[in-house]
């Protein structure tokens, strides 16, 4: 069912049962004014009659049978009198003989003056009055018909029931509208979700109510955003990835067309085949780096302790062949800290900074890593004391395939991508990874991790 259609239902159940809520509590409250006022009238002229009963009650029941008759035809009523004992003592009508047992609802409300209203099937609506007289040593009951109090009350009562039949059905066509204004931006919203394609994706939709459906416009237009720039780069990184690696295969191809003319000279033709592992080499260290990248945010983060100590013995592992070969001293300053990351993860990065620093380090030169905690961090430094970033490229250096010039010229090695990486995998841990250079002096990177 449409949320337009749920909402019109509720509102029109919630009017219905408000209004038969209102009239039920109206027509009791009516009721209950109008049985007051004819009661303060029948008390009245009861009480009028009172003072020739207790006269001749009940000494003289002839005269006292007198005095009811009359009274009863004046007041178009009967009238009874009871002993004190609540039975029958006499009856105007003639009818109750002495001592009956009368079971009528009025006879239990108390000592002082009292009235009830009954529907009887031979009278109609009742309403019985009952006075006590004589210290109560007898009563005087009184009962009339009130046909013009029912009469009244039913009056009121369709009456009312037109009112407020009037009222839902106002209110049924106006909780209509009320649905259909309410749930429009709804409906918007869907037409502009259907609008969007892969190849247009827009999502533009004027709303001026500040509410949760403007939150959820906003929220639905950030995403088609941020998808936008996702895809955007998505196709920017595909198409850089290609054209990278095209470059090696021309490469390639060249020396391969020119490999059968040099054939005969041994020396060249050493040199072209080394040119062609090299050129392989880097291809395959390329496509192993678009690979992880790719898959980089495919597993949930499996964290768990990395001490300081463990960190030194990976990176010793790793690089003190290569910083001996490169005749680059590695040098540690560790604080006792221990780091609750991803391990390949981490250590790839670590990999990539501390690979890039010997790397476009000079012969003779030191590359110091340094682990320390900062207010609310974590952080490891990797500083050298090599070839140094450029001002302007420092921006750069961070997305894939980017290579500043100084660092071609030095080094025909890399891929670009290593610190593309290194960006993802501290940004997957709520971390984030800064440079500071300056060139032919050296560079520092900071991976900084938060503390908890
Ligand atoms: N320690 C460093 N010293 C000087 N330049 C660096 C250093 N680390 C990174 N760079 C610069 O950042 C670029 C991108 O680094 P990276 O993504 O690791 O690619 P590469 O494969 O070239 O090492 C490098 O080409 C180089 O210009
Ligand atoms: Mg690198």
Known sequence: MKIQSQLWLVLTVLFLATSLGVYLVVADAYEERLQASYEQVAFAQGAALLEDFAQVYPESPQRLMGYLQKYSEQLQARLIILDAEKKVFADSFEVLPPKTRLELAVLNKGEGYASHFAQTDAFGYVQYTLLPFGQAAGYLLLIQEAE???????????????????????????????????????????????????????????????????????????????????????????????????????????????LPYVRSDEERFQEFTQDLVFQVQKMKQMVEQLLQIMRLGDR??????????????????????????????????????????????????????????????????????????????????????????????????????????????????????????????????????????VPQKGSCFHLRLPAK
């Open 300 to 437: 949930p983060l499996q964290k768990e302790d990395v001490s300081a100590r463990e960190l030194k013995e990976h990176l010793l592992q790793v690089f003190q062949y290569l910083a001996q070969q490169q005749d680059v001293t590695l040098e540690f300053e560790l604080q006792d800290v221990t780091f609750h990351v991803d391990r390949q993860l981490f250590l790839r990065a670590l990999d990539n900074l501390v690979a890039n620093a010997i790397r476009y380090s000079p012969r003779g030169k030191t590359v110091r890593i340094a682990v320390k905690r900062e207010q609310g961090a974590k952080v490891i430094s990797v500083c050298d004391q090599g070839i140094g970033i450029a001002a302007e490229e420092l921006p750069r250096i961070f997305e894939p395939f980017y290579r500043a010039n100084d660092a071609t010229a030095w080094n025909q090695e890399g891929s670009g991508l290593g610190l593309a990486i290194v960006k993802q995998i501290a940004e997957l841990h709520q971390g984030q990874i800064t440079v500071e250079s």
């Open 148 to 258: 013009a109090l029912s009469a009244e009350l039913s009056t009121f009562r369709s009456w009312m029931l037109r009112v407020l039949s009037l009222a839902v059905v106002i209110l049924f066509l106006l909780s209509y509208v009320v649905a259909a204004w309410l749930t429009e931006p709804i409906r918007k919203i869907i037409a502009a979700l259907k609008q969007i394609t892969p190849r247009k994706r827009v999502f533009a939709l004027t709303y001026r109510r500040q509410d949760e459906i403007k939150e959820l416009i906003e929220a639905i237009a950030g995403m088609v955003a941020e998808l936008n720039l996702y895809d955007e780069r998505q196709r920017r990184f595909l198409s850089t990835s290609s054209h990278e690696l095209k470059t090696p295969l021309a490469t390639m191809q060249l020396i391969l067309e020119n």
